[in-house]
T-cell receptor, first 113, second 112 residues
Framework: GAGVSQSPSNKVTEKGKDVELRCDPI?????LYWYRQSLGQGLEFLIY????????KSGLPSDRFSAERTGGSVSTLTIQRTQQEDSAVYLC???????????FGPGTRLTVT | GDSVTQMEGPVTLSEEAFLTINCTYT??????LFWYVQYPGEGLQLLLK?????DKGSNKGFEATYRKETTSFHLEKGSVQVSDSAVYFC???????????FGDGTTLTVKP
């Protein structure tokens, strides 16, 4: 079956511009996660959605970052006024429920020039 | 908060060598533990998991045992292959917090 998909796969943007990254989770998965992977670093948790509950935004690094999940399915991560330090691979993952293993998408490589 | 500490890489081994990648954790409660693998040019995928103390996860010849007394989940394989070259991430899932914490990853290169 279809896995987690993300778009775009690569995004180059100028400093100060806004970007939107999209994640399509596996159908039926109620939990959705966003992570950031900087070069040579581990995964940094950003935000977590579970069903209709309020999202856990505790990992968002600043108020320039926001995310939403429409209809309990597709999610969009928005970064406003991008900075060079935002350059990283942004990974989305979904799972059947909060306690289950996570399935990762291929990521979006964001480069801020 | 929760944390995961992995053995620093990179690790370079010859084919058929024995592999150990150390992983220790700190967490409240009783987390589930995972190893994920990221092959070159691919996304992360689950390699194995263990959900309670003394459980052993295994897959593709890799094994890891959930050791509560030493808060460890070391990854082992008896005979590595070139195709095992990848980045390996240790992770925990804290049910109470509802979130995962990942280690920094260990890059393994296996030479023929």
């Amino acid at each position: 079956g279809a896995g987690v998909s993300q778009s775009p796969s690569n995004k180059v943007t100028e400093k100060g511009k806004d970007v939107e990254l999209r994640c399509d989770p596996i159908s039926g998965h109620t939990a959705l996660y966003w992570y950031r992977q900087s070069l040579g670093q581990g995964l940094e948790f950003l935000i977590y959605f579970q069903g209709n509950s309020a999202p856990d935004k505790s990992g968002l690094p600043s108020d320039r970052f926001s995310a939403e999940r429409t209809g309990g399915s597709v999610s969009t991560l928005t970064i406003q006024r991008t900075q060079q330090e935002d350059s990283a691979v942004y990974l989305c993952a979904s799972s059947l429920d909060r306690d289950y293993e996570q399935y990762f998408g291929p990521g979006t490589r964001l480069t801020v020039t | 908060g929760d944390s995961v500490t992995q053995m620093e890489g990179p690790v370079t081994l010859s084919e058929e060598a024995f592999l150990t990648i150390n992983c220790t954790y700190t967490a409240t409660g009783y987390p589930s533990l995972f190893w994920y693998v990221q092959y070159p040019g691919e996304g992360l995928q689950l390699l194995l998991k263990a959900t309670k103390a003394d459980d052993k996860g295994s897959n593709k010849g890799f094994e890891a045992t959930y050791r509560k007394e030493t808060t460890s989940f070391h990854l082992e394989k008896g005979s590595v292959q070139v195709s095992d070259s990848a980045v390996y991430f240790c992770a925990l899932y804290n049910t109470n917090a509802g979130k995962s914490t990942f280690g920094d990853g260990t890059t393994l290169t296996v030479k023929p």
